[in-house]
């Protein structure tokens, strides 16, 4: 199946495309339901979200990938062409609530994945709590979304805000060697969370947090919140974005006001931030959660990264939004085909007892759940380098470092 459509419906874009399972899917196919920002705060992170889960689902029904031989998958000795359905969130946690009943009520599906921004999945996930449906993010950071053993039906193959700043702030502290550092990041439950996680490991490591300054999520400037930050005169700033438009204005504003030493997550390392920011990313920190080809990634992780280039023409390149979500589906379709089974509780046993290679930093690359449905993942810093006009973002610290 290459089918795709895109309708507008009350509050949700919806696209059908090949994925898994559903009673409500025709005859031969198995239907998940997908949940994410097509459109709005978060919308700049849809495509690669969605252009990984194509790819999988191709793989699935086609030639398969290192988790599944092809041809469709093998549930309960039927024959299943894979699709999905996806309504958009808008990264509103009404509107998120409003598609995934959708999704349980209406379409039928097995099994959701969502959603990206962690208000949204906080919201959705009573929904699928409530109505027994297993839900897996492989965006959302909240640590409240598995903090909770009560949840059981919540799966996160994502690290949590705490996991995250573990490795970070080691590093910070023990390999770079900051004493003082400020945070800016945006005024919701990724912000907020985020920066009180890492104040919290920070100063367990002995490094004081200066100041943490909060924005509108929809801010065009932070001139002023860095100034108030650059006040307290830290070693280093801490950005904390969760898109690249925002990034791309952060760095910039943060040389402006004087910081030489800039610490920023993820969306600050997409692969055309050179191209939008230039000189002032020199020397920047960037959080990075799974291997490139600098820091020698296995060969499953490189044969990924090939496929998707391939089947997009080169414009979505791998990162830290895709690589999860890939593995994310895969992981669907390797529940269904271990539950030999659409049942939603048959589902959710497979999917709580996964074991399952990825291309994201699990151990080992072996995605697992605990007890609380929450995935182990490890993280290090990598530092953007140019050298005769050329870019690198290199790893610098932890587990994708050399040495």
């Given at each position: ?35 994410g ?143 003082s ?64 438009t ?30 939008k ?23 499953h ?33 390797d529940?269904?085909?271990?539950a ?6 048959a ?22 759940f ?34």
């Open positions: 199946m290459q089918r795709r459509t895109f309708l507008k419906t009350a509050g949700a874009a919806t696209s059908v495309g090949v994925l898994a399972g559903c009673a409500g899917g025709s005859e031969g196919t198995t239907t998940i339901g997908v949940l920002p097509e459109s709005g705060p978060l919308s700049t992170l849809w495509e690669s979200y969605e252009a990984n889960i194509q790819l999988a689902v191709d793989q699935m029904n086609g030639d398969g990938n290192f988790v599944h031989d092809g041809g469709g998958l093998d549930v309960g000795g039927t024959a299943r062409e894979v699709e999905y359905i996806a309504y958009d969130t808008e990264s509103k946690p009404n509107v998120g609530v409003s598609a995934a009943q959708r999704l349980i009520e209406q379409d039928g599906v097995p099994a959701v994945l969502g959603a990206m921004s962690s208000t949204t999945t906080l919201a959705i996930m009573d929904i699928t709590e409530s109505s027994e449906v297993p839900q897996i993010t492989s965006v959302s950071v909240n640590e409240k979304i598995t903090g909770s053993e009560g949840h059981r039906w919540m799966f996160r193959n994502k690290d949590t805000d705490s996991m995250r700043a573990q490795f970070i702030s080691d590093a910070i502290a023990n390999d770079i060697g900051f004493d550092v400020g945070m800016v990041g945006p005024n919701d439950d990724f912000g907020v969370g985020r920066m009180e996680a890492f104040a919290s490991a920070l100063a367990d490591r002995g490094v004081e947090t200066t100041a943490q300054q909060a924005f509108n999520p929809d801010q065009q400037s932070f001139l002023s919140e860095l100034e108030q930050i650059r006040a307290d005169d830290p070693d280093a700033v801490y950005l904390v974005v969760n898109d690249p925002s990034a791309e204005v952060l760095v910039p504003q943060a040389r402006q006001v004087g910081f030489e030493e800039i610490v920023a997550t993820n969306p600050a390392g997409t692969a055309d931030m050179p191209d920011v230039g000189d002032p990313l020199e020397g920047a920190y960037i959080e990075i959660t799974f291997p490139n080809e600098a820091s020698g990634a296995a060969d992780v490189t044969d990924w990264a090939t496929s998707l280039s391939e089947a997009t023409d080169g414009e979505i390149p791998p990162d830290y939004i895709g690589a999860p979500t890939y593995d994310a589906v895969n992981l669907l379709g529940a269904l085909v271990r030999g089974s659409t049942e939603r509780p589902v959710r046993d497979a999917v709580a007892s996964a074991s399952m290679t990825g291309v994201y930093p699990y151990p080992d690359f072996e995605l697992s605990d007890r609380s449905g929450q995935a182990q993942v490890v993280s290090g810093l990598a530092q953007w380098r140019q050298e005769s006009g050329e870019w690198s973002l290199t790893p610098v610290t932890g587990p994708f470092a050399d040495g």
